[in-house]
């Protein structure tokens, strides 16, 4: 299984990108900077996405991603954008609402639009995009998933934005595959306060979900740019299973 790190940092500065992961080259995984790290053609390609939860910073890409392909030469049919109920409640609501941005579900036309809305159902796993994705809702200020995956060779578990949880955890563990993890930590210690009122994670935080795990290395992603030196710090305390991973790498698990 290849996973291509198009973005994977906590806020959005030069060089440092949103979250946006391509799984097998088909399987976009969150979709905050994939028109900026995409040219036209690989946008175009892409059918299938799966977004943890509604915040900009993981779905801002997908809207004008969106836009760019929905009349590309090739093309034969919509985006199909997956994520559970709520999730895609928000993104009706409040996104895909004819107000913040058209209503893609009926564009060009209601017949052939450029974007379906899938809804996903708590720990149901399903075919999607060539892999199998079961959801599992996380502990974020906001209706948000994390994500078992696997292509039936190999898989992770994802963890979207979370503070400390179990479910996904104990839902990963049962999953064979699932032999790495991608997981979030946002801010260093001295904000967990912070951290805590967010929904997100410290190094100190993780450090206590590491045993709840599936085993594998731990890759960390969406640590904000202000904090980034910091937090990479502590992090690197926590030991070598935890690696910070690396925009515009390709990991193979
Ligand atoms: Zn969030
Ligand atoms: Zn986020």
């Known amino acids: 299984m290849r996973v291509e790190v198009l973005g994977c940092h906590g806020g959005d500065v030069p060089n440092l990108r ?8 088909r399987v976009l995984l969150e979709a905050g900077a994939v028109t900026s790290a995409l040219p036209l053609q690989r946008q175009a390609t892409i059918d299938h996405v799966l977004v943890s939860h509604a915040h900009l910073d993981h779905i801002i890409g ?61 720990g149901e796993a399903i075919k999607f995009g060539g892999l199998t994705v079961m959801p599992v809702s996380v502990d974020h ?25 179990t479910r996904l955890w104990q ?10 993890s991608i997981v979030e930590t946002a801010f260093p210690n001295r904000l967990d306060r912070l951290a805590r009122a ?10 206590r979900e590491l045993e709840k795990m599936p085993d594998g290395p731990v890759w960390i992603y969406h640590i904000k740019p202000s904090y980034y030196e910091e ?21 193979t698990i």
Do not use: K
């Open 171 to 180: 839902a990963a563990r049962r999953v064979r595959e699932a032999r790495a």
């Open 141 to 165: 200020t906001v209706p948000a998933a994390g994500f078992v995956l696997s292509d039936g060779n190999a898989g992770f578990v994802f963890s979207g934005d979370t503070g400390p949880t």
């Open 231 to 251: 937090t990479a710090e502590e992090l690197s305390r926590l030991g070598r299973r935890v690696q910070i991973l690396q925009q515009d790498s390709t990991y």
């Open 62 to 122: 997908v809207t004008f991603m969106v836009d760019n392909v929905q009349s590309a030469p090739g093309r034969s049919g919509p985006v199909t954008l997956a994520s559970l109920v709520p999730v895609i409640d928000d993104l009706r609501a409040y996104c895909f609402n004819n107000r913040l941005w058209p209503d893609f579900t009926a564009l060009p036309t209601p017949e052939a639009p450029a974007l379906r809305l899938e809804t996903l159902a708590e």
């Open 18 to 25: 949103l979250p946006t992961f391509l799984i097998n080259d």
């Open 198 to 207: 967010s929904g997100h994670l410290t190094p100190a935080l993780l450090e």
